[in-house]
């Protein structure tokens, strides 16, 4: 299964909406829709709350699923690499 049906799957067995889960986590439902749409990745912090919200580990959230670990990576990388490269 792919992040974002995860993402949707774990709202939608709490019944909760986009706009709930945004409220309690102080971001947009958009952000919420983007994220479940796959559009965009959440940031490292934003995936620990949401494993804590959901109450999934991060594991079953993140596993078998190429873009967001191809997405991670990347980021770990311009993190990474960027502020050498600039030094």
Same mark, same amino acid.
Do not use: C
């Given at each position: 299964?792919?992040?974002?049906?995860?993402?949707?799957? %774990?709202?939608?067995?709490?019944?909760?909406? =986009?706009? =709930?889960? %945004?409220? &309690?986590?102080? +971001?947009?439902?958009?952000? +919420?829709?983007?994220?479940?749409?796959?559009?965009?990745?959440? &940031? +490292?912090?934003?995936? +620990?709350? *949401?494993?804590?919200?959901?109450?999934?580990? *991060? &594991?079953?959230?993140?596993?078998? &699923?190429?873009?967001?670990?191809?997405?991670?990576?990347?980021?770990?990388?311009?993190?990474?690499?960027?502020?050498? *490269?600039?030094?």
């Amino acid at each position: 299964m792919k992040f974002g049906n995860r993402l949707k799957n %774990a709202r939608t067995e709490l019944n909760l909406t =986009q706009e =709930q889960v %945004a409220n &309690d986590s102080f +971001i947009t439902r958009q952000t +919420i829709s983007s994220w479940e749409n796959e559009k965009t990745y959440p &940031d +490292i912090a934003s995936l +620990i709350k *949401l494993s804590d919200y959901y109450h999934i580990s *991060l &594991d079953v959230l993140l596993k078998e &699923d190429s873009g967001m670990k191809e997405y991670l990576e990347e980021r770990l990388l311009k993190n990474h690499l960027y502020p050498q *490269l600039l030094s």
